[in-house]
Nanobody, 124 residues
């Protein structure tokens, strides 16, 4: 089974940018859809973005649409989340996930492999 490790989180000012990476090891995820979810303190896990195995199809949560971009490099076995024009309400732990379904999904229960998460904090 693949292991996913997120990196790139940290502290950023509102309006700034951050790029998260999700590197897979153990097996390739090039045939899997990938997704990013986030969870803020006291809130439920929220869908952020998803990408099909080819990278041709992408999906975004309403709160990040137009600001965040999901992408992947299958040669590097890595999925990315480019976060632009960040807001304080983007503060959360961000998790990447891989799904056996190659098309991508908005739903967390359709992902079977998860990373440990990376903290993103946006200051106002």
């Amino acid at each position: 089974q693949a292991q996913l490790v997120e990196s790139g989180g940290g502290l950023v000012q509102a309006g700034g940018s951050l790029r998260l990476s999700c590197a897979a090891s153990g097996r390739t995820i090039s045939n899997n859809a990938g997704g990013w979810f986030r969870q803020a303190p006291g809130k439920e896990r929220e869908f952020v973005a998803a990408i099909s195995w080819t990278g041709f199809s992408t999906y975004y949560g309403d709160s990040v649409k137009g600001r965040f971009t999901i992408s992947r490099d299958n040669a590097k076995n890595t999925i990315y989340l480019q976060m632009n024009r960040v807001k304080p309400e983007d503060t959360a732990i961000y998790y990447c996930a891989a799904s056996e379904d190659p098309t991508g999904s908005y739903f967390a229960n359709e992902y079977d492999t998860w990373g440990q998460g990376t903290q993103v904090t946006v200051s106002s």
